[in-house]
């Protein structure tokens, strides 16, 4: 039997929207909830001996809002915890913009949250600089907000910073990390503080902000606009690694594709002179993805 050409396209337009349709409900009901740990391995230049090895467990852009439930916290929770790291960052967004109800239930959610040497949280763009801070206080967790604190491992001290978003420009970075003596973890939500970063000689900067892009297209990557560094995993600039998580939730739209969400287990090592010959200035290692990004 001859097919007509008008039946022949009608089956293809119906082919193809059912192909989106299926890529629609995989990435809305299924695909956004699929959430992965992370391992990697972290070259750290000025790294001293005694922290070498150290298991930092990072989570970022929760979200929680009416499109991410508290189950998609908890999920998160469990599985930092699963991987037992002996210090833990938090890297900001823990809510949407505008849903302030969800402040104290993602706080609670959290308040599980324990690691050796502690737990400490940075502030995303969709934070504010009073409720947020305050409920993740109340719970234990300490928010550093263009502050530093000194903990000590193994007889050895480290810095820990955190930045709040719009803080941007080199000089006002070096106020906040002025005076530190150790080697300095900087949390910085936006992974476009690797410039500055790199400018102050920062051995290490965890980020998120990008969701790894949240929607990556076959053939044509994250939609979004080129903005970032690096969108997702490791990278290296100057003497400063960085690596940037996918996070946990969703913005804007409850949907991802070809971009699972994830918490990330980061184990520092120290950068030989050899390693560091190897590792090219501006360029990406260990899976990261670089130039594309979604700003949430």
């Known amino acids: 039997m ?60 929760l979200h929680h809002s009416r499109m991410v439930a508290r189950e998609d916290v908890e999920a998160a929770v469990d599985l930092m915890l699963s991987a037992r790291p002996d210090l833990i960052v938090l890297g900001g967004d823990f809510i949407t913009t505008g849903q302030r109800e969800f402040i104290t239930p993602c706080a609670e959610a959290l308040a599980r949250l324990t690691a050796p040497h502690g737990v400490f949280a940075a502030l995303g763009n969709h934070d504010d600089d009073r409720g947020v801070p305050a409920a993740l206080k109340k719970q234990g967790i300490a928010v550093l907000m263009d502050q530093r604190a000194r903990i000590e491992i193994n007889h050895e001290p480290l810095e820990i910073a955190g930045l709040l978003f719009w803080t941007q420009r080199a000089s006002a970075i070096a106020r906040v990390l002025e005076g530190a003596t150790a080697p300095v973890l900087l949390m910085a939500h936006d992974p476009r503080r690797l410039r500055q970063a790199a400018a102050l000689d920062v051995g290490l900067v965890l980020s998120g902000h990008t969701h790894g892009g949240q929607v990556v297209l076959p053939g044509l990557g994250a939609i979004g606009a080129r903005r970032f560094p690096v969108l997702s995993g490791t990278a290296r600039s100057e003497n400063t690694t960085i690596f940037v998580s996918r996070g946990v939730g969703t913005v804007y739209v409850p949907y991802r594709l070809n971009c699972p969400p994830d918490v990330a287990l980061l184990t520092l090592n120290r950068l030989s002179r050899l390693e560091r010959a190897s590792h090219p200035t501006g360029q990406n290692h260990a899976g990261g993805t670089a130039g594309l990004g979604v700003e949430s």
């Open 2 to 61: 001859l097919i007509s050409r008008r039946a022949a396209l009608t089956g293809l337009a119906t082919g193809g929207i059912g192909l989106v349709a299926g890529a629609a409900a995989y990435g809305g009901l299924y695909a956004r909830h699929q959430l992965q740990l992370v391992r990697a391995s972290l070259p750290v230049s000025g790294l001293p001996p005694a922290l070498d090895g150290l298991r930092v467990g990072l989570i970022t852009d």
